[in-house]
């Protein structure tokens, strides 16, 4: 079992910027991180994601340019820097972990992963 404590959510002006961080309890082989956010009434999207194997990043054409993930191997934990961030990024921002294949195709689907965090809420005023 595997689980996973995200921080860093909160109420940020338009163009401002904020850092979540997700730790995990414990790494496996061939993982991969990832974020996605759901806004109310909407489904869950992929945001970002990180393979632990060779580093891999991979953004959702909505955050390219904007966010940047990154990870910290010996803390077992995965940043999400967002930047000039948007209303239209408000939404509860999820963590996710497990062997995935280091593919955007792999990382970018949700049902890649069986291990979530408990979602921390990003709002951003207009």
């Known amino acids: 079992q595997v689980q996973l404590v995200e921080s860093g959510g909160g109420l940020v002006q338009a163009g401002g910027s904020l850092r979540l961080s997700c730790a995990a309890s414990r790494t496996f082989s061939n993982y991969a991180m990832g974020w996605f956010r759901q806004a109310p009434g909407k489904e869950r999207e992929f945001v970002a994601a990180?393979?632990?194997?060779?580093?891999?990043?991979f953004y959702a054409d909505s955050v390219k340019g904007r966010f940047t993930i990154s990870g910290d191997n010996a803390r077992n934990t995965v940043y999400l820097q967002m930047n000039n961030l948007k209303p239209e990024d408000t939404a509860v921002y999820y963590c996710a972990a497990d062997s995935v294949g280091a593919s955007y195709y792999y990382v970018m689907d949700k049902s890649s992963y069986g291990y979530w965090g408990q979602g921390t809420q990003v709002t951003v005023s207009s």
């Open positions: 990180i393979t632990w194997s060779g580093g891999s990043t």
